[in-house]
């Protein structure tokens, strides 16, 4: 059974963030929950995630997050924008962003302050091993030698498409000594400038105008996509896919990777590309996990989802059409549910592993009152708390910051004196 907390650890109580174990924490209506998520951060001077039930709130998060605590990092860590099981890839703005999330996880020393803004979609899915991803981060320096071809080569094999003019994430050009690319994650494409095999300019410009922005020393890239075409990954795809689902016969998914090429919704056959996968919580081991409140209702709706659309194209797969007729197309053969996906219980298992702190926006019942000096905002909620909170958010979208000068003023916004 997990020690509850009162919404007063919400603010100054700084056990409350440190301490190992699941905590409940209440007194977190929407606004005080960033503030939470910031003054956690802060505390442990290391990792944070907080699970959002949905996109939109994980966005949400992510705007309240900047105003409550700018000086902090927050990495988005998005869902695919696709549905399980579907013919589709995910955009490639959405696969970019989630491996340059990965990178900077992987990378992360556990001793700085970083919080990870995330959906129950995007949690309760498997990812690319965390080794992978840190072997498939590329840096580079001014002055440093390396050829243009093997650039292009780590590009390609990365997931990075080749076009005329970079204008979007996960693009690259080539034109002479300059190699154009938009790495995942960055808010600008930036320009490489080669003499011969040596680099000798970075610079940032803008993908409209294509003018330069700033200068750069150097240049840090993660691959664009989940899945990295490589002659290894591609031997490995065939072999685990004959091992797992047999006979290819006419997938469409197999020939296009088994000569190298992409295909609309390969992403879905991931596990077959590796050996294993990792989830986010091997990315985020030993960080303080927020789960916010009604989480669990939507993580319920998720697994249903999934197995849903996975005993849909089972049953499809099971029938044997006329293969001229036209109700025919190409073959789906999808992967149990548990090899892309987290399994209920293994969720639970994940969740109790964790330090976790669900949130939950009401008062904490007076027997289980730790902390017996709460503010106002943090009582039983008033005929007006809805829009004291949504107060808070309203602040945040306007741009306001704090800093620890008006630390006193960000108190009093949250005992209601400015959001009547």
């Not at 249903?304 to 190409?330: L, M, Q, T, V």
């Amino acid at each position: 059974m997990s020690e509850q907390v009162s919404g007063t650890a919400i603010i100054g109580a700084k056990e409350a963030w440190t301490k190992r174990g699941a905590l409940e924490v209440y007194g977190a209506p929407d606004g005080a929950d960033a503030l939470a998520i910031a003054e956690a951060a802060e505390a442990r001077s290391g990792l944070v995630v907080h699970i959002a039930r949905d996109g939109t709130r994980a966005a949400a998060m992510t705007e309240a997050l900047h105003f409550f605590a700018p000086q902090i990092p927050v990495v988005e860590f998005p869902a695919w924008d696709c549905l399980p099981y579907d013919r589709v890839s995910p955009s490639p703005a959405v696969s970019s962003a989630r491996m340059a999330a990965l990178a900077v996880l992987a990378g992360h020393d556990g001793k700085s302050p970083l919080i990870v803004s995330t959906s129950i979609n995007a949690a309760t899915q498997r990812t690319p091993p965390k080794e992978i991803v840190k072997a498939s981060r590329f840096h580079l320096e001014i002055g440093e030698v390396s050829s243009i071809e093997d650039l292009v080569s780590y590009l390609a094999a990365s997931g990075y498409s080749r076009a005329s003019t970079v204008r979007e994430a996960g693009e690259f050009a080539v034109r002479g000594g300059l190699v154009d690319m938009f790495p995942p994650g960055a808010e600008e494409p930036i320009r490489l400038d080669f003499f011969g095999d040596q680099l000798e300019t970075v610079r940032a410009f803008d993908p409209a105008t294509q003018l330069t922005t700033r200068q750069l020393r150097s240049v840090e890239l993660a691959a664009a996509t989940e899945i990295l075409l490589t002659d290894e990954m591609i031997s490995r795809f065939r072999s685990s896919y004959l091992a797992t689902l047999g006979a290819a016969g006419d997938d469409p998914v197999y020939e296009a990777v088994s000569a190298g090429r992409k295909h609309a919704g390969m992403e879905h056959w991931l596990p077959l590309f590796y050996d294993r996968l990792d989830t986010l919580f091997d990315f985020t081991e030993h960080g303080l996990v927020f789960l916010e409140h009604l989480a669990n209702e939507a993580v319920e709706e998720r697994f249903a989802a999934i197995k849903d659309y996975y005993e849909a194209r089972a049953e499809d797969a099971a029938e044997r059409k006329p293969r001229n007729s036209e109700f025919s197309g190409p073959a789906y053969r999808p992967l149990s549910p548990d090899a892309l996906y987290f399994s209920p219980d293994e969720w639970k298992s994940r969740l109790g592993e964790a330090d976790l702190r669900p949130l939950s926006p009401f008062a904490a019942p007076k027997e289980d009152d730790r902390f017996p000096m709460a503010p106002k905002w943090a009582e039983p909620s008033p005929p007006n708390a809805p829009r004291k909170s949504e107060c808070l958010r309203r602040s945040a979208r306007t741009g306001a910051r704090a800093d620890g000068r008006g630390q006193a003023r960000l108190h009093r916004v949250l005992d209601g004196r400015l959001c009547r």
